[in-house]
């Protein structure tokens, strides 16, 4: 199966790449594209999980606040700013 470069830069690039790899230019495509496919799955990823925390935070944020207690006093730091 053939691919057919029409652009006189794209190939001059590819072949610059190749020749810097010390690889032939399939090789050299099917690297390049390997770490491209890479990228964009880890990209889609990062995307995912941050939905995912942004559905935990909007899960908590509508929880009802069950204690009084400032931020200091769940912590334990007393007024001197050390725990007791």
Do not use: C
Not at 5 to 17: C, H, M, P, Q
Not at 25 to 46: C, G, N, P, S, Y
Not at 48 to 77: C, F, H, M, N
């Amino acid at each position: 199966m053939g691919i057919s470069i029409k652009s006189a830069e794209a190939e001059r690039k590819l072949r610059r790449v190749s020749r810097l790899l010390g690889k032939s230019m399939t090789a050299t495509v099917l690297e390049l594209a390997d770490a491209k496919l890479r990228e964009i799955d880890a990209q889609k990823d990062r995307e995912r999980r941050l939905r995912k925390v942004d559905e935990i935070v909007q899960r908590i944020k509508k929880l009802p606040v069950l204690s009084t207690a400032s931020e200091d006093e769940i912590l334990g730091y007393n007024e001197h700013g050390t725990f007791d």
